[in-house]
């Protein structure tokens, strides 16, 4: 049996042009677990939603472009290579939305004689609008493709020491310079997205503290695997209570999403005497649009208007050396039969 490994991120436009951006988002907001209305609804609402917003976020993209292209694709594509160099199987790249993408890889897969792969979504939470949806899509094309590939998914890595410790060794350089508050800035998703992912019906924001108590929906509860790899960087690092938060960002329309805001935050912290601000961004595992441009630019010109003196972003792992090794561990589990 021939193995390879496939990494799949989010993705990112071809081109911080409006037109590749309005392609980008019309995909990934027409994804059912992104925007999880009856299809003609969204589509209405994808469609109000391309008028103005690809204007905007092309604006957005062009601050944080460089010369090689999106940093969230440049990233991945180093990651690739570092990982392929500590791999003796094919080690492959995609995108669940836009370029290089999936239907490609599984091709390219395919064409090489490979029969089983280790897909590791770059999300070490499970959510709908990422891990699962990277998942289905990818099980789907594999199905359709290449139906004698089987696809072999790494769990959600949120609490996994290896991932842990490589997240806390890439923040030591920024919190080795000292701060007054740390704050863990995740990216949100509708409260809904936790009510349609709880096989028990029963818990997520439904009990008083449904994080903290056990329950078989923390598999799938994106809100709870947050909040456990807070203790876990923490307990690594060292952070007392009173000197971090957690909040969420990205949020998309009217309706209720995770609380709180990281944008309120970012406003109030001020208020509470924080004036050197670091903010890390867990969900994260490559700079991009939400991390460079949304926290360490906007989010920063929040955090200053409103009092504070210093905010720093945290670069997410990218291409940290302890971040190889974690998916190369990862890897070797299951080239050796034991993930």
């Known amino acids: 049996m021939s193995k390879a490994v ?67 694709i440049v990233s991945s594509k180093h990651v690739q290579k570092l990982l392929q160099a500590k791999l003796s199987v094919p080690v492959e790249l995609a995108m669940r939305y836009q370029n290089p993408s999936i239907p490609a890889a599984v091709k390219n897969l395919a064409a090489q004689g490979i ?22 899509r990818v099980q789907e094309v594999a199905a359709q493709l290449a139906p004698q590939m089987k696809v072999t998914v790494q769990p959600p890595y949120y609490a996994d ?25 995740f990216h949100g998703i509708p409260e809904r997205h936790l009510y349609k992912s709880d096989p028990t019906g029963c818990n997520c924001l439904r009990v008083s503290s ?6 078989p929906a923390h598999a799938t509860c994106y809100r709870a695997q947050c909040f456990k790899t807070v ?50 961004c867990p969900a994260f595992v490559s700079d991009c649009l939400e991390t460079i441009e949304e926290i360490g630019q906007r989010g920063r010109d929040t955090f200053l208007e409103s009092g504070g003196q210093e905010c720093a972003l945290i670069p997410c792992m990218n291409e940290h050396p302890r971040w190889i090794d974690t998916l190369k561990n990862m890897s070797e589990r299951f080239l050796q039969g034991t993930a």
């Open 115 to 136: 029969t089983e792969v280790l897909l590791i979504p770059l999300f070490p939470h499970f959510a709908m609008s990422s891990f699962e949806t990277a998942v289905v």
């Open 210 to 215: 449904c994080c903290e108590m056990a329950s």
């Open 6 to 72: 496939l990494l799949v991120n989010l993705g990112s436009p071809d081109s911080p042009k409006v037109g590749d951006v309005r392609r980008y988002l019309n995909e990934f907001l027409m994804d059912g677990r992104v925007i999880d209305v009856p299809w003609p609804l969204r589509r209405l609402l994808v469609g109000y939603i391309l008028i103005n917003r690809p204007k905007e976020s092309a604006h957005a993209y062009s601050t944080v472009w460089t010369k090689e292209g999106s940093p969230l």
């Open 231 to 280: 203790a876990g960087f923490v307990q690594r690092a060292g952070i007392p209570a009173e000197k971090y938060s957690v909040a969420f960002q990205s949020r998309l329309g009217n309706d209720p999403w995770l609380k709180p805001y990281t944008d309120f935050e970012l406003q109030i912290l001020p208020k509470r005497g924080v004036k050197k601000l670091l903010v890390i």
């Open 161 to 185: 020491p290896d991932y842990l410790d490589a997240l806390v060794a890439s923040a030591s350089p920024q919190l080795n310079d000292g701060y007054d508050h740390l704050l863990f800035s």
